[in-house]
């Protein structure tokens, strides 16, 4: 009897587990890594696949690539930099450890040097609990982009001129 009980647990658990998993989505992204070159910057964006324990969980980051191809600084504004959703400017970008603090001020990419970091939405950060009764203190995640269009409006300078190159991709799944 036990032993047809065990028998039983085991095979539900198992279909359980396949019914789980044939159900989660396949994440897709068109284009895989978007580019826009202008005579200056080469900038590349491509979305970060967050994995939580094993399982897929959607597209949560951007790693932000910027090439300068000149002899001047170029500069990054971030205060004029966006996270876009549908087309439109939602909101800025973190980095990774600092939810909820959007970007600030300027980052500079010195003379045929590539600037390179993963940057994840302001608006899809989110508390996700306290971490232990012992040491009360909020977790933070970044939640996935949703599906349908989505990508970055970023602001650059070399020298006296200013350029804005807006970058997006499609996620389905």
Same mark, same amino acid.
């Given at each position: 009897?036990?032993k047809k009980?065990?028998c039983?647990?085991m095979?539900?658990?198992v279909? +359980?587990s396949?019914?789980?998993? #044939?159900?989660?989505p396949?994440?897709? $992204?068109?284009p895989?890594?978007p580019?826009? #070159?202008?005579q200056? $910057?080469?900038?590349t964006?491509?979305p ?5 324990y094993?399982?897929n969980?959607?597209?949560? +980051?951007?790693?932000?690539e910027?090439?300068?191809?000149t002899n ?6 971030w205060?004029d930099?966006f ?5 439109q400017p ?10 909820g603090a959007?970007?600030r001020?300027?980052?500079?990419i ?5 600037y390179?970091t993963?940057?994840?939405?302001? $608006?899809l950060a ?13 977790n ?5 982009m949703?599906? +349908? ?7 650059l300078? $070399? +020298?006296?001129e ?9 996620? #389905?799944?």
């Amino acid at each position: 009897m036990v032993k047809k009980l065990f028998c039983g647990m085991m095979l539900g658990l198992v279909i +359980g587990s396949l019914v789980a998993c #044939s159900s989660l989505p396949e994440w897709r $992204v068109t284009p895989l890594a978007p580019k826009a #070159s202008n005579q200056w $910057v080469d900038v590349t964006v491509t979305p970060v696949l967050d994995r939580q324990y094993g399982i897929n969980v959607g597209y949560t +980051g951007i790693l932000l690539e910027v090439h300068n191809k000149t002899n001047q600084d170029v500069t990054i504004n971030w205060d004029d930099s966006f996270y876009l959703q549908a087309g439109q400017p939602n909101g800025g970008f973190s980095l990774q450890g600092t939810l909820g603090a959007r970007l600030r001020g300027f980052d500079i990419i010195l003379a045929n040097e590539t600037y390179v970091t993963t940057i994840y939405p302001v $608006v899809l950060a989110d508390s996700s609990g306290i971490s232990t009764l012992s040491d009360p203190k909020l977790n933070w995640v970044h939640k996935a982009m949703p599906t +349908g269009e989505n990508g970055i409006s970023i602001k650059l300078r $070399v +020298g006296s001129e200013e350029m804005r190159e807006k970058l997006t991709f499609t996620i #389905s799944g």
